[in-house]
């Protein structure tokens, strides 16, 4: 079998009704898995983006690309190989723990740049923000608390530099419109 | 000017070329036939939903136009989504219309209501729900564009009933198409390159050559590579049958194309895919032998089987690029060997070849699913594309009746539906369509009695079970006359080109029910 990856896809879509329906039902139906998903607002009110994080085979991740640029919503598919990308995933969770205990988690949100932002008699609530790894870690450090919900997103990613998905697809629109006249 | 949402509708239709379109009524949809009858544009009634997609696929396939049907909510647009798969498996350019219930009870699992939208969202190029009647025309012109550009495929509309009798500002436009794709001039000179190289190169044509309309630039680079050519179902008269370099339909019955597979030293397909159905695919992987893609749509590049080199970009585009760059290969330059005829001869496929001899070139030939499918593939001297119409890629039993119809309603063609049993059984309503609009139609059934695929399948399958019994004995002549049509039977000893002569001389649409022995082909 090919060695797979995880690669983070940053999707510029057409904010409309049914496009998230459409993206994630052509992953289904073609047998791609999600590792993680998050839709949001950009800033630009005509778009949305999708960012979406798979482990797949180079060849497979080649096709899923190749599928999400010809949907009619898609405006624009980016694959980000991880090193010229910021990522951050937030986590929210909830630990029982009071008096005694409570000096250990604030030693270990100090290493992780984690905050406290619910207390409690006998619980509290931590907010961490970072990659897939360093959230990853912070549960396995605190789960030798009990640990009684969390919430965690998907990532949020964006090519580091002075880029816009937004404006390169609308500069590649303009371009085509005008090659068409001509 | 101010009209109602049915009326842009049906303006809309009009400014886009459209001429004929099929459907059936229901409430939620009943204000566009109120529209429909002040129109140029005239509406076909089917006995059936399914059989109306499947019309508006045959005058889209016959065409290259975007075919159009009418259904309303629920059940009506639930019937179309067999139809839609279909055009979206074969990329056939669709405009799949729908009433849904009014806005205000969208939702609420009202009478007659289905999510038609996401229903259909796996099986279409695209879908729209229009919730104002000032969104109609704009989402009409769009669901045509679409269609029938870059890969064709079907496309919802779905309309809420009051939205129909809402009044907006209509102005008639031209009707807009996005150009086709242009290949990169690297990837041309690089597959250019290949050919030159290649001693013995085998053509392998799909439908993405005859959407293009690149018959005559396949039959140009064939001539200079002097190569075989074989044809999937979808690319089916883009490429001479008389020729001595035609390959025929790769398929089961026919083992022509699968040997020259195995011989060639570069396989080069053109808008074909790489189906799932045939194993001989597996020889490219198994004796390495590398694949030029040439396909409008980057998607199905290394989907199924990895590429040496690809072109993205119209098959006419892309050809009329190539060629000047190709060499002129001599005919020594050939290592081909001979390969024998290998098409398999029996009771069907004779009764076929002497359809298609008599019934000429100017008869659009339709085909159901099942065995009769292959053999009229294979049987079949089809000369120009658009008239060679078969559910490919779903192979839908059921097709044939409809997509006949709409072939005649888009080309004024006769039509020859070669059709089996089992496949005539699921639609033979339609038959009425025909009848009442005096279709020059001849239906072929190949009627073994019994499901002849699914037996071949049975006898090939471990189990050896046989879950086909066989039918009632259906006297499908017996049948054809109580719909108004006119029918004949040919028993399984009767000379068959008489038969056919004989059963030819009359009105039509005309059924011929031909008994052939249960194991015919098996």
């Known amino acids: ?182 | 000017m101010l009209l109602s949402g049915a009326q842009i509708l049906v303006n809309c239709l009009a400014e886009q070329g459209v001429f004929n379109i099929f459907g059936y009524p229901g409430a939620s949809i009943l204000s566009v036939y109120d529209a429909l009858t002040a129109s140029s544009v005239k509406h076909v009634l089917a006995a059936h939903e399914q059989g109306a997609c499947f019309a508006a696929e045959g005058y889209a396939r016959r065409s290259g136009k975007a075919g159009v049907v009418l259904a309303t909510s629920g059940p009506g647009a639930t019937n179309l989504v067999t139809g839609i798969a279909d055009a979206y498996m074969d990329s056939v350019p669709l405009v799949a219309i729908t009433g849904n219930v009014s806005l205000d009870k969208l939702g609420h699992d009202s009478f007659q209501e289905v999510d038609i939208f996401d229903v259909t969202m796996p099986v279409s190029k695209y879908g729209m729900i229009v919730k104002r009647a000032g969104e109609i025309a704009p989402a009409v012109r769009r669901a045509f564009a679409l269609a029938e550009s870059g890969r064709r495929g079907p496309v919802l509309v779905d309309i809420p009933s009051n939205v129909f009798d809402e009044y907006a500002e209509y102005t008639r436009e031209t009707p807009v198409r996005p150009s086709p794709r242009s290949p990169l001039d690297d990837e041309i000179a690089r597959a250019a390159e290949m050919l030159n190289a290649a001693k013995k190169p085998v053509l392998y044509i799909g439908g993405g050559a005859r959407a293009a309309g690149a018959a005559d630039k396949v039959a140009e680079l064939a001539a200079r590579l002097r190569c075989p050519v074989a044809v999937t179902y979808m690319g089916l008269g883009c490429f001479d049958p008389d020729s001595d370099k035609f390959l025929g339909v790769l398929s089961a019955v026919n083992g022509l194309p699968a040997a020259a597979i195995r011989e060639c030293d570069l396989f080069v397909t053109v808008g074909a895919r790489f189906n799932s159905r045939y194993g001989a695919f597996g020889a490219l992987k198994k004796r390495r032998i590398p694949v030029l893609q040439f396909d409008s749509d980057r998607a199905e590049i290394d989907k199924n089987v990895l590429a040496a080199h690809a072109v993205v970009g119209d098959a006419a585009l892309s050809l009329a690029k190539l060629l000047p760059l190709v060499d002129e290969k001599e005919e020594a330059d050939w290592e081909y060997p001979a390969l024998p005829d290998m098409r398999e001869v029996n009771r069907g496929t004779e009764i076929i070849s002497a359809l298609s001899r008599k019934t000429g070139r100017r008869t659009t030939v339709v085909t159901d699913v099942g065995l009769h499918q292959e053999w009229a593939a294979h049987n079949c001297k089809i000369y120009t594309p658009e008239r060679f119409l078969t559910s490919g890629g779903l192979g839908a039993m059921g097709f044939g009746l409809g997509a006949a119809i709409g072939a005649h309603f888009a080309s004024g063609d006769p039509c020859l539906l070669i059709t089996g049993d089992g496949s005539f059984n699921m639609n033979f309503n339609e038959l009425t369509t025909a009848v009442k609009h005096h279709i020059p139609l001849v239906v072929a059934v190949l009627n073994n009695n019994s499901l002849g695929m699914i037996r071949k399948l049975q006898a090939a399958s471990r189990s050896k079970s046989n879950v086909n019994a066989p039918y009632l004995n259906v006297d499908y002549a017996a049948l054809a006359r109580s719909l108004g049509a006119r029918g004949v039977t040919v028993s399984e000893t009767d000379d068959i080109e008489s038969a056919i002569d004989d059963a030819l001389d009359g009105p039509l649409p005309v059924v011929i029910d031909f008994r052939i022995p249960i194991n015919t082909g098996i």
């Not at chain 1, 619910?118 to 608390?145: C, H, R």
Request: glycine fraction near 8%; aromatic fraction near 4%; include cysteine.
């Open chain 1, 1 to 182: 079998m090919e060695n797979v990856k995880r690669q983070i896809i940053s999707i510029l879509v057409n904010n409309q009704p049914g496009v998230l329906s459409r993206i994630a039902g052509l992953f289904s139906r073609r047998g791609y898995n999600i590792d993680a998903l998050t839709v949001c607002a950009t800033e630009d009110d005509r778009y949305s983006r999708m960012t979406i994080t798979v482990t797949a085979s180079p060849a497979t991740i080649k096709q899923i690309v190749a599928q999400l640029e010809k949907q009619e919503d898609v405006v624009k598919v980016v694959g980000f190989d991880g090193k010229e990308v910021a990522f951050r995933e937030l986590l929210l969770i909830k630990i029982a723990v009071g008096g005694a205990e409570r000096s250990q988690i604030v030693d270990l949100c100090a290493l992780f740049k984690a905050k406290a932002i619910d207390i409690n008699a006998d619980s509290i609530m931590l907010e961490l923000t970072g990659s897939t790894d360093k959230v990853d870690n912070f549960i396995k450090n605190l789960s030798v608390y009990p640990i009684l919900e969390m919430a965690r997103t998907g990532g949020a990613a964006l090519e580091r530099g002075g880029g816009s998905m937004a404006r390169e697809a609308d500069a590649a629109d303009e371009a085509a419109d005008t090659t068409e006249k001509k």
